[in-house]
């Protein structure tokens, strides 16, 4: 959370972040899908022997007991410290951060009128696949936000269920190392209202294709400006990117997300 204020504050149109039940069916905010990463439970005697550490094997009350900002202030992963971008007057707030539910997410985008990108995370080897996108919706709607939200995945029949569910719940699919087979014919039988292909595999043309047919595209992950200014210039409708400040300092766009 202390990382999306901060984005919102420098600059960021939107968030994107992930979502995943817990083993109790709390939907948290969490990228890996292993909690070793960015938590601090391999240091905990308790949850040891619990490893490799699954998100959805640990209940959310469990969850609350891990600090998720201790490994960025150990191992310093953008370097961003070190060039003093992040003040170690910042630690205390740093070492507060926990895992958040997607309830307080969606409260904080409600409040400040600020959309997010939700990536329901693919479940299908747990007993969350069945419940998870209900679960999803349910909060979106219950929170008032269902304007702020657009739903990705890669798990494309979760975004069946969303239009199921709720045809008004903007859908992407997303997409890595290659396209789906007859691409736009495959995104319209989705009724998705984007296309989210990794950037390694989109070019202009794409992008101009797909805008053709009424197919918005959205990229990830762009940290390079050049690449940024390519991508926006084709008519990419956002951009996810670590760095937004950068981003937008650099290009003065209103579509670098």
């Avoid at 053709?212 to 390519?230: C, F, K, M, P, S």
């Amino acid at each position: 959370m202390l990382a999306f204020d901060i984005a919102r504050q420098r600059g960021a149109d939107l968030w994107e972040t992930d979502i995943q039940l817990t083993r109790d069916g709390v939907a948290v905010i969490f990228h890996d899908l292993t909690l070793e990463r960015t938590t601090n439970v391999a240091a905990l005697e308790q949850f040891r022997p619990r490893s490799p550490w699954y998100v959805r094997d640990f209940s959310y009350a469990e969850l609350q007991t891990l600090n998720t900002g201790s490994w960025f202030i150990q191992q310093d992963p953008f370097a961003t410290i070190a060039s003093a971008a992040v003040a170690k007057t910042g630690f205390s707030a740093i070492n507060q951060q926990r895992i958040p539910r997607l309830t307080e997410l969606l409260h904080y985008c409600h409040q400040h009128d600020f959309p997010v990108n939700l990536e329901i995370k693919d479940q299908a080897s747990s007993a969350a696949d069945e419940i998870i996108v209900k679960t999803v919706l349910e909060q979106i709607s219950a929170s008032a936000a269902e304007d702020l939200v657009l739903v990705s995945s890669f798990n494309h029949d979760y975004l069946r269920q969303c239009k199921g569910i709720n045809p008004n719940i903007a859908t992407a699919a997303l997409a890595e190392l290659h396209h789906p087979d007859h691409l736009i014919a495959y995104l319209q039988d989705l009724a998705v209202d984007a296309y989210h292909p990794e950037q390694q595999i989109t070019d202009a043309a794409l992008i101009q294709q797909l805008r053709a047919h009424g197919i918005r595209t959205n990229l990830w992950t762009v940290n390079d400006v050049e690449r940024a200014q390519y991508f926006t210039a084709a008519g990419a409708t956002f951009i996810c990117s670590d760095w937004p400040q950068r981003l937008v300092d650099a290009t003065r766009t209103e579509n670098i997300g």
